[in-house]
Every structure is written in C-alpha cells, then in structure tokens.
C-alpha cells in the first residue's frame, strides 16, 4: 500500500527566510510524488510533481522540491517565504501503475511578517 | 477556463436520508475522482472513472456508497441512508488522463461539505 507521512502539524517562519515542508513516502514500486496547497475555502491547487527524471523539480510560485529515492522523501521548499505563502500544504504519492493519490495529514504553514 | 466544479457547496442531511453529490470536471478530462477529507485529515480516495467505466472503487467505505460517470462526462456521489461518519468534504477531482498509467496532475474542485445531524 502507498502512504506518505508529513511529520511537523505546523511549520512557522519568518518572511524572507528559507521555507521547508518535509514529506516521506511509501510505496511498492516507483512512486509519482506531488505537491499541492489548499487555502482556506479553496480547492487543492497543483504545485509540483516528479515522475523521474532531474530530482530537482521546480513549480508553481517559486516551489521546488528534491526527490530523494535513499532517503524515500520528498521535501517541499522555496528559497525566500512570503506571508501569502501561509496555507495547508499537502504532499501525495501514487505507485506506478495505480490512478490513486495517497495524501499526507498536511502541513500548516504560517508565514510570520 | 473553467476549473472543476461542484454542487451544492453545502450540504446538510438528517441521519438515514440520502444525498447526491454532483461533479462536472474539466471540458475533455478522461479521469476523475473523488475523495473524502475528513476535518483535520488529508483527501483519501474513493473511486475513480476513465471516461464512462468505474475503474477502481476500492475505496468506498460501505455499499452506501455509490458513483457513476454515465456519460463520460459529469459523475455524481450518492450516499444512501447518511450516517454521523460520513460527514466530510467530498473532493472531485479530473486530470487530462491520456497517458497510461494516469500520471497526469489531478484538478481539484472546491469540495461539497456534508453534514449529518
């Protein structure tokens, strides 16, 4: 069975610094891992997928996130944080082969001014 | 472009009645899906269409459970004699769904939360 696990509830940071969202992952053959973030009375927003190739996938306002197979994790970052970057933040994985995305609790993320 | 869409928004049912959720997702996207998302939880999966054919609906948690996508087109999630348990968001979501297997990004709609007094 696929499964992903986002340890941290929350994650504060001050604007303008590094932003880390970490991710691990469980699957049965290769995993197809995304991103995605959900603001408040929103749908879930697409922010980045790796399917293979370069670990190091860039996406959607300024995200990019390494794919890291030793370490099965998948950890979402941005170099500079904005306080519209606070939202709840959700890491998935589908095994090859199978349509179903398996969706971390998700992250909240609060950027402070 | 329109983005997936679903109705009503809201939704409140007394217990044992029973409630249809309705989905039309992306113009031309062969896939959809539905989750649920419990409040405080990630979306988990329930069923999944390629065009007309329910591919996979390992994921309804009971016979009361039922989706159908008749035309390929709009699907709608019926939920027969409504229970405290199954109050959730329901997520619809489509993807283009032309690559096999399906590793196309999945569009989400807004959700239609349900609540069972």
């Known amino acids: 069975a696929q499964s992903v696990a986002q340890p941290e509830d929350q994650v504060n940071v001050a604007e303008g610094n590094p932003l880390t969202v970490k991710c691990t992952y469980s699957?049965?053959?290769?995993?197809?891992l995304f991103w995605y973030v959900q603001y408040p009375n929103r749908g879930l927003q697409f922010l980045l997928k790796?399917?293979?190739?370069?670990?190091l996938v860039k996406g959607s306002y300024g995200f990019e996130a390494e794919f890291n197979k030793s370490q099965t994790s998948f950890h979402l970052k941005k170099p500079s944080a904005l306080v519209s970057d606070s939202a709840l933040y959700f890491c998935?994985?589908?095994?090859?082969?199978?349509?179903?995305?398996?969706f971390g609790k998700g992250n909240q993320v609060v950027v402070i001014p | 472009g329109a983005g997936v869409s679903q109705s009503p928004r809201y939704k409140v049912a007394k217990r044992g009645q029973d409630v249809a959720l309705r989905c039309d997702p992306i113009?031309?996207?062969?896939?959809l899906f539905w989750y649920q998302q419990a409040l405080g939880q990630g979306p988990e999966f329930l069923t999944y269409?390629?065009?007309?054919?329910?591919?996979?609906k390992s994921g309804l948690p009971s016979d009361r459970f039922f989706a159908e996508r008749p035309e390929g087109s709009v699907s709608t999630l019926k939920i027969q004699r409504t229970q405290q348990e199954d109050s959730a968001v329901y997520l619809c979501a489509s993807s283009i769904g032309r690559l096999a297997p399906d590793i196309n990004e999945q569009f989400f709609g807004p959700g239609t939360r349900l609540t069972v007094l």
């Open positions: 790796y399917i293979t190739g370069d670990n």
């Open positions: 998935a994985v589908s095994d090859y082969g199978n349509n179903r995305l398996a």
């Open positions: 113009s031309g996207h062969v896939s």
């Open positions: 269409f390629q065009n007309e054919a329910q591919l996979d």
């Open positions: 699957v049965s053959g290769n995993p197809y």
